[in-house]
């Protein structure tokens, strides 16, 4: 299947600005410092960001246009962005817009006006750049429209929180009222990695339709990719509303009082030989009945990695509601993990398990190849036990 792709890069920053191969966008939902060992055994940390006084994550941007936009309307659009984010009941993310920058960034003045911002931290705010008709995407990065956005966390205070984030817009690719809905698309992406949110593979199937496949999801077809989550690693349509999946990050990461009350499903995926096997999604979808039978819910899908936030192979599915759930194992797309790619899924890259695993069967149970086979494998949370834990996949 042919589909066009939107791209989307991530900067981090050091000393200088750099763009680099992304090795992991950082994951959501957990708010503590790597330690040594973790780093050592090549899983990421991933703090989330630091809110002011008030509880809400400051932002500052730019004086001049955007695209076909004057200021004004480019500012409109970047608050309804993060909207989309503060919107969320079960999240604590707020955004307060505590100011602008001091001049109208372009070419001339990039450097030594932007990229010198951040070369000594600690920053406080978020900064927004509007490359008003793309000169900086071009000049300085080589990329033309097809690159909305580049953006991503950038300072880490003492206690392991990022400070700030960044996102350079590019103006080039909002010429007419006709891109609004897929820039603000892009941009709510953005503002996404300024949160420290990953990548994600959920719903993959309505991406890379599989010809022949009996781990596919009952129903996925090219007609409903909105079902995508807005942190697919490729923007295919100009949805810009959150999905379950966006929803259960941002609120897992910034939890607030009702988060307590949603559900979670965490467990362990191991080798054959009880060695932790990482890099491996797992789905939840949620069980809906269709004539007496039950089948996933593709609009109702939240994912994790395996291993994320540990070597040990760990997940941990969250801020769920009540339900029955299928869990679905799948290795992540070569696609989303090369060092070349522009966002990839997780924090592992490399050769992984590259094989369709199935779907979980329940305890003792092997993994199954689709959906009729399952005997004993659905999840239940309910307001009884709303979260599972112990859960242990072996492949």
Same mark, same amino acid.
């Given at each position: 299947?042919?589909?066009?792709?939107?791209?989307?890069?991530?900067?981090? =920053?050091?000393?200088?600005?750099?763009?680099?191969?992304?090795?992991?966008?950082?994951?959501?939902?957990?708010?503590?410092?790597?330690?040594?060992?973790?780093?050592?055994?090549?899983?990421?940390? =991933?703090?989330?960001?630091?809110?002011?006084?008030?509880?809400?994550?400051?932002?500052?941007?730019?004086?001049?246009?955007?695209?076909?936009?004057?200021?004004?309307?480019?500012?409109?659009?970047?608050?309804?962005?993060?909207?989309?984010?503060?919107?969320?009941?079960?999240?604590?993310?707020?955004?307060?817009?505590?100011?602008?920058?001091?001049?109208?960034?372009?070419?001339?003045?990039?450097?030594?006006?932007?990229?010198?911002?951040?070369?000594?931290?600690?920053?406080?705010?978020?900064?927004?750049?509007?490359?008003?008709?793309?000169?900086?995407?071009?000049?300085?990065?080589?990329?033309?429209?097809?690159?909305?956005?580049?953006?991503?966390?950038?300072?880490?205070?003492?206690?392991?929180?990022?400070?700030?984030?960044?996102?350079?817009?590019?103006?080039?690719?909002?010429?007419?009222?006709?891109?609004?809905?897929?820039?603000?698309?892009?941009?709510?992406?953005?503002?996404?990695?300024?949160?420290?949110?990953?990548?994600?593979?959920?719903?993959?199937?309505?991406?890379?339709?599989?010809?022949?496949?009996?781990?596919?999801?009952?129903?996925?077809?090219?007609?409903?990719?909105?079902?995508?989550?807005?942190?697919?690693?490729?923007?295919?349509?100009?949805?810009?509303?959150?999905?379950?999946?966006?929803?259960?990050?941002?609120?897992?990461?910034?939890?607030?009082?009702?988060?307590?009350?949603?559900?979670?499903?965490?467990?362990?995926?191991?080798?054959?030989?009880?060695?932790?096997?990482?890099?491996?999604?797992?789905?939840?979808?949620?069980?809906?009945?269709?004539?007496?039978?039950?089948?996933?819910?593709?609009?109702?899908?939240?994912?994790?990695?395996?291993?994320?936030?540990?070597?040990?192979?760990?997940?941990?599915?969250?801020?769920?509601?009540?339900?029955?759930?299928?869990?679905?194992?799948?290795?992540?797309?070569?696609?989303?993990?090369?060092?070349?790619?522009? =966002?990839?899924?997780?924090?592992?890259?490399?050769?992984?398990?590259?094989?369709?695993?199935?779907?979980?069967?329940?305890?003792?149970?092997?993994?199954?190849?689709?959906?009729?086979?399952?005997?004993?494998?659905?999840?239940?949370?309910?307001?009884?036990?709303?979260?599972?834990?112990?859960?242990?996949?072996?492949?």
């Amino acid at each position: 299947m042919k589909l066009s792709k939107i791209k989307y890069i991530l900067l981090l =920053f050091a000393i200088s600005i750099n763009l680099v191969s992304v090795s992991s966008v950082h994951a959501a939902g957990i708010n503590s410092e790597c330690t040594s060992s973790q780093v050592q055994d090549n899983v990421q940390c =991933f703090p989330t960001a630091a809110y002011d006084e008030a509880g809400k994550i400051n932002y500052v941007h730019d004086l001049g246009p955007l695209g076909y936009l004057n200021n004004q309307e480019a500012v409109d659009l970047l608050r309804e962005a993060y909207d989309v984010w503060e919107n969320v009941p079960s999240s604590s993310a707020a955004f307060n817009k505590a100011g602008t920058l001091d001049v109208d960034i372009d070419l001339a003045n990039y450097v030594s006006d932007f990229q010198s911002v951040y070369s000594t931290p600690p920053q406080s705010d978020d900064v927004i750049v509007f490359d008003a008709n793309g000169e900086i995407f071009q000049a300085l990065f080589g990329y033309g429209p097809e690159v909305q956005t580049i953006s991503g966390p950038v300072w880490k205070n003492e206690a392991g929180l990022y400070d700030s984030g960044f996102a350079i817009l590019n103006g080039a690719s909002i010429p007419d009222q006709s891109k609004r809905d897929s820039f603000k698309a892009a941009l709510v992406r953005a503002i996404g990695t300024m949160l420290n949110l990953d990548a994600s593979a959920t719903n993959v199937d309505l991406y890379e339709l599989p010809s022949q496949d009996t781990f596919a999801v009952p129903g996925t077809n090219e007609s409903n990719l909105d079902q995508l989550p807005i942190m697919f690693p490729y923007q295919l349509t100009n949805n810009f509303d959150l999905g379950p999946d966006d929803i259960s990050s941002v609120s897992s990461a910034y939890p607030n009082q009702l988060t307590e009350l949603l559900g979670s499903i965490k467990g362990v995926v191991l080798k054959p030989n009880n060695q932790p096997l990482l890099g491996v999604n797992i789905t939840a979808y949620k069980a809906f009945t269709d004539d007496g039978v039950a089948l996933p819910l593709i609009e109702n899908a939240v994912s994790s990695v395996s291993g994320k936030t540990s070597p040990n192979g760990d997940f941990s599915i969250e801020a769920l509601g009540n339900g029955s759930y299928y869990l679905r194992l799948e290795s992540i797309s070569r696609e989303f993990t090369v060092a070349e790619a522009a =966002f990839s899924v997780g924090p592992h890259q490399g050769n992984q398990r590259r094989a369709f695993l199935g779907y979980y069967n329940g305890p003792g149970n092997d993994l199954v190849n689709s959906i009729d086979q399952i005997t004993n494998g659905t999840v239940v949370l309910d307001s009884n036990d709303n979260s599972v834990e112990g859960i242990v996949i072996q492949p």
